[in-house]
């Protein structure tokens, strides 16, 4: 019951932000049919281009029905053409989803390798260089804007270092810059998560009783401070994943 009352205020929320949504575009100020033809590179349409345009789009309509075709459409997987090509939104969708979907996970890869490389030691050596050192990049990292780390690191590994290409073409030979502009930010708040949780966790009881059965740090560590530690990691990748399918990936990756 509980699972099934959550899902139903999960699809009343989804209705209730499609409304909102769906009344602010309508409201906009323009005529979006003016847009269309303008964005499809007819800067001055004719008001019979317009009007032929609205018909087609079925602008015409009261807004009501409009949103009941919208949703309909959206329930059967059909989102409609896109304005400025005039194909199937789902098709353009799904043409640029195989570049997105490895940009994310390679993102997400390297995130979770700096995490590690910079949350434990500076949870097992706290207070000291390596804490110090993952601090300073958590600091840079979240301070600087994505685009001008990417463009640092062009400027750097490809262009002074000659590794990679500047233009990208989605493959994974391509992917390593982009993936390692997005990585940066996660990993520098993950890396302090995880400090936080290894620190809070290894004055615990039970971590007293293995050590004094000789169980060893390594052992510690891998047994049960990174399980203990994982939960509030796991919650936050999954947001941060979500938020990495977002960034268009584009054709050219």
Do not use: K
Not at 20 to 49: C, H, K, N, V, Y
Not at 142 to 150: A, C, M, Q, T, Y
């Amino acid at each position: 019951m509980y699972a099934l009352r959550r899902l139903g205020q999960g699809l009343l929320s989804l209705l209730v932000v499609s409304i909102a949504i769906w009344s602010l575009m309508a409201f906009t100020p323009g005529d979006p049919a003016l847009r269309i033809l303008q964005a499809r590179g007819i800067p001055e349409p004719t008001a019979e281009q317009v009007e032929s345009l609205r018909a087609e789009l079925g602008l015409d309509r009261p807004l009501i029905l409009r949103y009941l075709d919208w949703m309909t459409g959206l329930v059967r997987g059909d989102l409609g053409p896109s304005w400025a090509t005039g194909r199937p939104i789902s098709d353009e969708f799904l043409s640029r989803l195989p570049a997105t979907v490895l940009l994310t996970v390679v993102a997400l890869l390297l995130a979770l390798a700096l995490t590690m490389v910079l949350g434990i030691p500076a949870a097992l050596w706290a207070s000291r260089w390596p804490d110090t050192l993952s601090r300073g990049f958590a600091l840079v990292a979240l301070s600087l804007p994505s685009f001008l780390i990417g463009v640092v690191l062009v400027e750097v590994i490809t262009l002074r270092l000659g590794l990679g290409r500047v233009l990208a073409d989605g493959t994974i030979a391509t992917v390593f810059l982009p993936a390692l502009t997005l990585a940066l930010g996660p990993a520098a708040t993950w890396s302090r998560l995880l400090r936080t949780g290894l620190l809070e966790t290894r004055n615990a009881p039970f971590l007293s009783v293995a050590r004094g059965r000789g169980a060893s740090r390594n052992y510690l560590l891998t047994r049960h401070l990174l399980p203990h530690a994982a939960p509030p990691m796991l919650t936050v990748i999954g947001l941060s994943a979500a938020a990495l399918l977002g960034v268009p990936g584009g054709r050219d990756g």
